[in-house]
């Protein structure tokens, strides 16, 4: 078998991220009306509760939990926790929603040589953090001679924004 360092697997892109609900509603409308997801269709065949959604290239799977009670507390907004992050177009408009919505979120600033990258963190209802930044700032560069594919409309030496 010949080896393909570049894409090992042939992978094209994201699809989705499955993540657990306490409330399949609550979390749909979470993502519907906080992040601007819009409900897609999901097979019939399965048998437990739960939404697909999709929008900016990405899926995400709405799944309720066998036990809500079970499922981890939210805990202190933490941006070295895992999370999911969205490019926006405004920080300052993001923001500015975020407190008409009474969002609890908390701000962040990234520098990397005279490039600044500002971060706002928050929780869904189930405790997943979130991220918005205006992360497109920073260039995509590889640390070895490996070509990066990139959504982003800046491009990098080494770097193939090309999909």
Known sequence: MKENR????????????????????ESLDFYKNVLGFSQIKRPNSF????AWLFNFGVGIHLLQSE????????????????HISFQCESMGAVEK??????????K???EEGGIYV??????????????ICNCD????VP?????????????????????
């Open 118 to 131: 500002d971060q706002l963190f928050f929780h869904d209802p189930n405790g997943s953090m979130i991220e």
């Open 67 to 82: 036990d809500s009670d079970d499922m981890p507390k939210i805990r202190q907004i933490n941006p070295k926790d895992n």
């Open 137 to 140: 700032n920073l260039p995509v």
């Open 97 to 106: 929603k975020l407190k008409e919505m009474e969002i609890e979120y908390l």
């Open 47 to 50: 048998n437990f509760d739960g």
């Open 108 to 110: 962040s600033r990234v």
């Open 6 to 25: 570049e894409n090992p697997l042939n992978l094209k892109s994201l699809n989705h991220i499955s993540l657990l609900c306490r409330s399949v509603d």
């Open 143 to 163: 640390l070895s001679g490996d070509t990066v594919r990139s959504c982003s409309c800046k491009c990098a030496a080494g770097t193939n924004s090309s999909l």
